[in-house]
């Protein structure tokens, strides 16, 4: 008989945690719901600020945006250059066209979805100005290494902890590397009130040029008290959660073992303690009878897997809207054959865990 996931076996997202609905419900009763910027969004941003060790926050609308905030904040101009991953997400290469300054690829570490600190150098330019940084898929970026660099250079290094909130890289949170960080609120993301996002920042002058940009009179880019209400009852579940999925991701890489037709990033866990919004695996279809990738998605779903494909990558965006600094084979190889499992399987009992492992390394 053919193995399959039920529904039942997966928890929902986001999770209905009685807590949310607590908060939302007080922020009703008392009124804030219908308030500006007032306790539930202070109180948010002092958490964000605290946890990622910065001085500044400005709640938003989306992380799409967030990212566009930021990048506002450090103050480009047109022809000012921004390095970036060529895998990353969409939006963050479309943030930096507008803004008026111009993408530069670098390429991702191999057999991984993070930046390769090594491509920094040659990429550089006059007109380079900012780093922006995404952490994927459960790979944490060497944002060590790149701040390092980023700070004898005085580039400006914006971190993407959109995919990646309560990830650890030496020591320190994910999204205090930088001098800036962009977090999302978005319906599937680990921290969620349907929609929303945070720029945190260290810098009171990068603070004030954010104020300005969104001030039209009012917040034109707003979080609502609503939304800010929903997002701070979240942090306990959020923790308890974290260390959950990091449990069965060992778990499930560990059933899938070597011959699998997912291959888990190299080095999983070496150099730090990863978030997972999906867990990301390179496909190998010669391990899968010669299955394409998206027909071993498809199948995979049929058989109640949470799991799609990654990003398609930005290597072969024309040459007349960005630069590239090398070749971006691994971003190529990574464009194509990434795929990615939703946290909410790595929230299941470890007999579902089991169960999906055997599921995944039998793709007829
Ligand atoms: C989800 C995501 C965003 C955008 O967040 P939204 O709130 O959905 O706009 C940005 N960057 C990365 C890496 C993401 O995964």
């Known amino acids: 008989m053919t193995k399959m996931l039920i529904p039942d076996q997966i928890p929902l997202w986001p999770p209905a945690d009685e807590s949310i609905s607590e908060s939302i419900h007080a922020a009703l009763e008392d009124g804030s719901w219908g308030r500006y910027s007032a306790e539930w969004s202070h109180d948010l941003a002092m ?40 895998y990353d997400y969409p939006g ?9 300054a111009r993408p530069v690829l670098v390429d991702v570490r191999p057999d991984r979805w993070t930046m390769h600190v090594d491509d920094l150098e040659a990429a550089t330019t006059s007109a380079t100005k900012a780093v922006l940084v995404s952490h994927l898929h459960g ?29 650890i890289v030496e ?24 929609r929303g996002g945070a720029v945190l920042m260290m810098d009171e002058s990068v603070a004030q040029r954010i104020t300005v940009f969104c001030e039209r009179g009012n917040d034109a880019f707003a979080l609502s008290e609503l939304q800010a209400a929903a ?11 974290h260390g ?37 695996f390179f496909y190998h279809p010669e391990r899968a009878g010669g299955m394409s990738r998206e027909a071993y998605i498809e199948a995979m779903r049929g058989r109640g897997i949470p799991i799609g494909e990654g990003f398609r990558g930005f290597h072969r965006r024309s040459d007349k809207r ?14 194509e054959q990434t795929v990615v499992i939703d946290q909410t399987l790595l929230l299941a009992e470890p007999d579902v865990i089991d169960l999906a492992a055997e599921i995944l390394k039998s793709a007829d």
């Open 47 to 86: 958490e964000l600020m605290d946890r990622h060790h910065q001085e500044h926050a400005q709640l938003c609308c989306s992380g799409t945006i967030g990212v566009e905030i930021a990048l506002r904040g450090v103050g480009l101009e047109a022809g000012d250059e921004v390095l970036i991953s060529a």
């Open 92 to 100: 963050n290469f479309r943030a930096i066209e507008q803004v008026g």
């Open 139 to 167: 790979d944490m970026a060497p944002v060590a290494d790149i701040a390092d660099w980023t700070r004898s250079e005085c580039f400006y290094l914006i971190e993407d902890v959109c995919q990646a909130p309560g990830g």
């Open 171 to 194: 020591g320190m949170p994910v999204g205090s590397w930088g001098e800036l960080c962009v977090l999302s609120f978005g319906g599937s993301k680990l921290l969620t009130a349907g």
């Open 231 to 241: 997002v701070s009852a979240q942090w306990e579940g959020f923790d308890r959660r």
């Open 244 to 280: 959950v999925r990091l449990e069965r991701a060992r778990q499930l890489i560990e059933r899938l073992g070597s011959s699998a037709p997912l291959q888990p990033q190299a080095d999983f866990e070496a150099y730090f303690e990863p978030a997972f919004y999906k867990l990301g």
């Open 322 to 335: 960005c630069r590239k600094a090398s070749s971006l084979e691994n971003a190529a190889r990574a464009a």
